[in-house]
């Protein structure tokens, strides 16, 4: 949660000081560099991270280092060709795809760090496989994305902006491999024993990775897709109103990320002992919990779209209806999104990788319908239609497969409770708050008054037996952590 906050925070600082249309040359050269790192890893991060719990639980070192070495070697010769091909190719793409001559200089400054966010990316996932989380969070949540806004800061006194931004956030990647040797280093220091011979099982691990990289691959065009179809079709300053809207909506997704982080290995350890009842109790009062925590986060972005965007700065508010609409795909998303999780936890990773398709199909399908005539809403409306048809698709797969499905009586309660502080929280605004110049005095009242109404009412229907689980089981983690 926190890499996030310092990501968001990162592209606000961007956003104000380079405007829409450079932040939309931005977004479109950082959506080609999460493909190309995605891609040049080839799924060998997940491979290693599950070999290297199996090598380390037979004490078979050799086999680890082997994985450990060769998921290296094919990955910076992936993401050295992919590198040189797209910083070659930036010209053309920039011309005949996205008929915008300024994205050159940003693709080629960001294909210079696809190498080293790959090796990265597989040397963190080595010491996941050791069952150590801490190393790729210090790394890719609090020293990439820290280091990205200090950068940041020096770039923008210097008076550089959108190469400033660029370079920011590339050298924030080159400064992370090296900690990321240190600690797959301190780990594993058998990785530059000379005296322990790797053995190498590339095929297996290939075999297991490459399914994995296209379920991956394609959740990835889920995220960057709209942001690459709208740059091919309309201007960059769209791409930037669309992309401040496109990452201010995913926040709402930390919570059902977090809940589904919690209980995914509890819905598989259920369904593997055949408890299919408990199962589909624990099932309800999950997405009972996540409607209730997420109703607030997008309810607040409805009422105050315009002044959350203007964050960014004054021309992101015509982003306002992107962000309505985001956000109400992303409520849909997570409330019926944990049955997306439920068929994977349920071993059934081949229906997961053809529901990933078909989501990925439909939305550029709408995009081509959509984007050149209605713009940027086109592509929001596109995106929220897509999810709305797949997460219906998922529910009833699940209670095809499992006779499982997430309602339940006391929905009414958070639905009530978000009723109601919706309405005192827009009649205050509009009696108590007149036409502003700035968008704080909104953004400051408005989620407290929204929030105390909405607890207060919570309280007053009160909490379920069965919720108390959920609430010990998410505190635990918390202390935990």
């Keep these: 949660m926190t890499g996030t906050g310092l990501r968001y925070l990162f592209e606000i600082f961007a956003a104000r000081r380079l405007g829409v249309d450079l932040f939309g040359l931005f977004f479109l050269g950082l959506a080609v560099l999460k493909i190309c790192e995605v891609l040049s890893t080839a799924g060998l991060h997940r491979g290693v991270l599950r070999f290297i719990a199996v090598h380390m639980g037979e004490h078979d070192t050799a086999r680890t280092k082997g994985d450990i070495i060769f998921s290296l070697r094919t990955t910076l010769l992936i993401s050295i060709l992919l590198a040189a091909g797209i910083f070659l190719a930036a010209r053309p793409l920039s011309h005949l795809i996205f008929h915008k001559p300024g994205l050159v200089p940003v693709l080629q400054l960001f294909s210079l760090a696809v190498p080293f966010t790959a090796v990265t990316t597989i040397l963190l996932f080595s010491t996941q496989g050791f069952k150590l989380m801490q190393y790729r969070v210090y790394v890719r949540e609090l020293f990439e994305p820290g280091a990205r806004i200090i950068l940041l800061g020096l770039a923008l006194i210097l008076g550089l902006k959108l190469f400033g931004a660029?370079?920011?956030?590339?050298?924030?990647?080159?400064?992370?491999?090296?900690?990321?040797?240190?600690?797959?280093?301190?780990?594993?220091?058998?990785?530059?024993?000379?005296?322990?011979?790797?053995?190498?099982?590339?095929?297996?691990?290939?075999?297991?990775?490459?399914?994995?990289?296209?379920?991956?691959?394609?959740?990835?065009?889920?995220?960057?897709?709209?942001?690459?179809?709208?740059?091919?079709?309309?201007?960059?300053?769209?791409?930037?109103?669309?992309?401040?809207?496109?990452?201010?909506?995913?926040?709402?997704?930390?919570?059902?990320?977090?809940?589904?982080?919690?209980?995914?290995?509890?819905?598989?350890?259920?369904?593997?002992?055949?408890?299919?009842?408990?199962?589909?109790?624990?099932?309800?009062?999950?997405?009972?919990?996540?409607?209730?925590?997420?109703?607030?986060?997008?309810?607040?972005?409805?009422?105050?779209?315009?002044?959350?965007?203007?964050?960014?700065?004054?021309?992101?508010?015509?982003?306002?209806?992107?962000?309505?609409?985001?956000?109400?795909?992303?409520?849909?998303?997570?409330?019926?999104?944990?049955?997306?999780?439920?068929?994977?936890?349920?071993?059934?990773?081949?229906?997961?990788?053809?529901?990933?398709?078909?989501?990925?199909?439909?939305?550029?399908?709408?995009?081509?319908?959509?984007?050149?005539?209605?713009?940027?809403?086109?592509?929001?409306?596109?995106?929220?239609?897509?999810?709305?048809?797949?997460?219906?698709?998922?529910?009833?797969?699940?209670?095809?497969?499992?006779?499982?499905?997430?309602?339940?009586?006391?929905?009414f309660k958070p639905v009530a409770a978000a009723a109601a502080a919706a309405g005192v929280t827009m009649s205050f605004r509009h009696l108590a708050l007149p036409p502003l110049s700035s968008p704080w005095p909104i953004l400051l009242s408005l989620p407290v008054i929204f929030g105390g109404v909405y607890i207060g009412m919570l309280l007053l229907f009160r909490l379920e037996p069965e919720d108390r689980f959920v609430l010990d089981a998410v505190l635990n983690r918390i202390r935990r952590r």
């Design 166 to 411: 660029v370079g920011a956030f590339a050298l924030s990647l080159v400064l992370g491999t090296p900690w990321a040797v240190r600690f797959a280093r301190k780990v594993f220091p058998p990785l530059l024993d000379r005296s322990i011979r790797p053995i190498t099982e590339g095929k297996r691990l290939m075999r297991f990775s490459w399914l994995l990289l296209m379920a991956e691959f394609i959740s990835l065009l889920v995220i960057w897709i709209n942001i690459l179809m709208i740059g091919s079709f309309r201007t960059s300053g769209e791409v930037g109103i669309y992309s401040a809207a496109h990452r201010t909506a995913l926040l709402g997704q930390m919570i059902l990320i977090s809940f589904n982080a919690v209980f995914s290995p509890i819905i598989a350890d259920l369904f593997n002992q055949g408890r299919i009842e408990r199962l589909r109790r624990l099932y309800r009062i999950i997405v009972k919990w996540i409607l209730t925590l997420t109703l607030p986060i997008t309810i607040v972005m409805v009422i105050a779209a315009p002044q959350i965007l203007e964050i960014f700065g004054k021309n992101f508010r015509d982003g306002a209806l992107c962000l309505v609409l985001l956000s109400s795909a992303q409520l849909i998303n997570s409330v019926f999104g944990s049955s997306g999780f439920m068929i994977m936890m349920t071993g059934r990773s081949r229906l997961t990788l053809i529901n990933n398709i078909i989501l990925i199909a439909l939305n550029i399908g709408l995009n081509l319908l959509w984007i050149p005539s209605l713009g940027i809403a086109g592509a929001a409306l596109s995106f929220l239609v897509s999810v709305a048809v797949i997460n219906l698709a998922l529910q009833i797969e699940v209670w095809w497969m499992d006779r499982i499905h997430p309602f339940r009586s006391d929905w």
